[in-house]
């Protein structure tokens, strides 16, 4: 069974740091696209940061862009999300997300954690 689990968050004041993780089990991780997304109370989700699998390149949410850093353990099978300089619009319950784009939709999977709670205090 596919499974996400992130843990990391808590309860900081703004200008803290907080690193976020992911630990994936049963994909191959390696394969796989690996995102955090973010969902703000009472906002629809929006992305904060994707590494693809294929070259490692990054993409970041303008929000985030400059204090946020994404990156991986593949051995591990572990996605990071540093951040930094967390300010109370950070609030939100953050996901882990993965996804594999395959030849056809059959042999394209992604998957979704169960998300973890980041609370900023002003």
């Known amino acids: 069974q596919v499974n996400l689990v992130e843990s990391g968050g808590g309860f900081v004041h703004a200008g803290a740091s907080l690193r976020l993780s992911c630990a994936a089990s049963?994909?191959?991780?390696?394969?796989?696209?690996a995102s955090w997304y973010r969902r703000i109370l009472g906002k629809e989700r929006e992305f904060v940061a994707r590494?693809?699998?294929?070259?490692?390149?990054?993409e970041y949410g303008d929000s985030v862009k400059g204090r946020f850093t994404i990156s991986r353990d593949n051995a591990k099978s572990t996605l990071f999300l540093q951040m930094d300089d967390l300010k109370p619009e950070d609030t939100a319950i953050y996901y882990c997300?993965?996804?594999?784009?395959?030849?056809?939709?059959?042999?394209?999977?992604?998957?979704w954690g169960q998300g973890t709670q980041v609370t900023v205090s002003p």
């Open positions: 049963g994909l191959t991780f390696s394969t796989y696209d």
């Open positions: 590494m693809r699998w294929r070259n490692s390149n990054t």
């Open positions: 997300h993965v996804i594999r784009h395959g030849l056809s939709p059959k042999y394209t999977y992604e998957f």
